[in-house]
């Protein structure tokens, strides 16, 4: 029998610190079970993914209602993982019209994304939004977890200027905010994610890891040797498939950190980074999935780029702006390249939600312990409208939802009704979020 491990067992050594994922030795895992003691319940992951510039939705939006829909172009990469998806038809977010305030949907799109409230338009400091559904999850389970909540994204968070029609380059770039006039910045940079997530002590610890350029898991090798010769053959097995993949990670950033600059072409300097993003992407998405199986945190922003975007889509064929292309008149030869930038973004989401499922939780696997909300604050990027928004809902919440399902509301439906009723399944209910009106139904 093997000795029992309390959850918050972590590996040290030299200033770093490594979380372990679930394991046997732990005892038997219980979602939210009242008879598991608290460190060894299995915790219900939330997270909140943005695409910038709308869809287009006739390439989007399922014709059939409920199991028996077919996957529409755009969401086709989800097919490994269609259990596990809700399409919900018929959101809103008010707060990102107009309503008297003129030009500047963008801003306002990533703004009331997902604090359901109204900007105020200014490029000056006195910026005011909302609490965002993230931070109110962050503050009622950020003292179980190390960080209470980890904003990423692959585009930096602008704190000033002037970025559409007169808001502050804040609204279209930041989606999280803890309080109504403190935005949170996102990270970009891997290394500085996976430092936060994995590295703790002060300089001189961190500046001797560089030095000897070894990974942190060599300060913690000592540790964990103690510690696997008491595990289960399952357990070892999960802890050297976690060490792996966080070693193989910290070689990518590392690899990266040692590649020349390209050379700087003499042509205007590109809105993107051709080639590049997709490895971002999805090294970003490895971090976010390797802060939930440790439990470091529970709640994560992930941003795949800012709203209002131009960047080019060469990778794929799309050498236009993304920005550019949705103002597509309805041009169909543009309609198809926007298509084709939407569907490049959903397999980026499916690399994701395919590493969680393959994550062996108990009787689960870690994407059955999350919800995952994907989508945009823009529905037709060419109409600007803010009704009937792109969302999927992803992950049974730790067995309280029921997915596979195409969900129609009726339109106008406010999205932060969607926000309620998950803040509710990760016990951090609260009476009213922005301009919720109530709980969504039939998501159980």
Known sequence: MTNHLSRRTVLKGLGASIALPWLEAMGPLQAWASQAPAANRVPTRVAFLYVPNGKNMADWTPTAEGTGFTLPRILEPLAEVREYVNVLTGLTADKARANGDGAGDHARAMAAFLTGAQPRKTDGTDIRCGTSVDQVAATRLGNETRLSSLEIGADPSAMAGNCDSGYSC??????????????????????????????????ADRARRERNRRSILDFVREDANTLVPNLSANDRRRMDEYLTSIRDIEQRIERAARMPESARPTMTQPTGIPGNYQDHIRLLAD??????????????????????????????????????????????????????????????????????????????????????????????????????????????????????????????????????????????????????????????
């Open 170 to 203: 804040v609204y279209s770039s930041t989606i999280s905010w803890r309080s109504a006039t403190t935005p949170v910045p996102k990270l970009n940079n891997p290394r500085l994610i996976f430092e936060r997530l994995f590295a703790t002590g002060n300089d």
């Open 287 to 444: 971090l976010l999935v390797l802060a939930f199986q440790a439990d470091i945190t529970r709640v994560s922003t992930f941003v795949f780029a800012n709203e209002g975007s131009n960047r080019p889509y060469s990778v794929i064929g799309v050498p236009e702006g993304h920005h550019d292309l949705s103002h597509h008149g309805n041009d169909r030869a543009k309609m198809t390249k926007i298509a084709n930038i939407n569907r490049f973004h959903v397999t980026q989401l499916a690399y994701m939600l395919n590493r969680m499922k393959n994550i062996r939780e108990g009787e689960g696997t870690l994407l059955d312990n999350c919800m995952i909300a994907y989508g945009s604050g823009n529905s037709d990027g060419n109409r600007h409208n803010h009704d009937d928004l792109p969302i999927l809902q992803i992950g049974r919440g730790s067995g309280t939802i029921r997915t596979g399902r195409h969900l129609r509301y009726a339109n106008n439906t406010p999205l932060n009704n969607l926000w309620l009723s998950m803040l509710d399944r990760v016990n951090s209910a609260v009476d009213r979020l922005g301009d919720s009106s109530g709980r969504l139904a039939n998501l159980v």
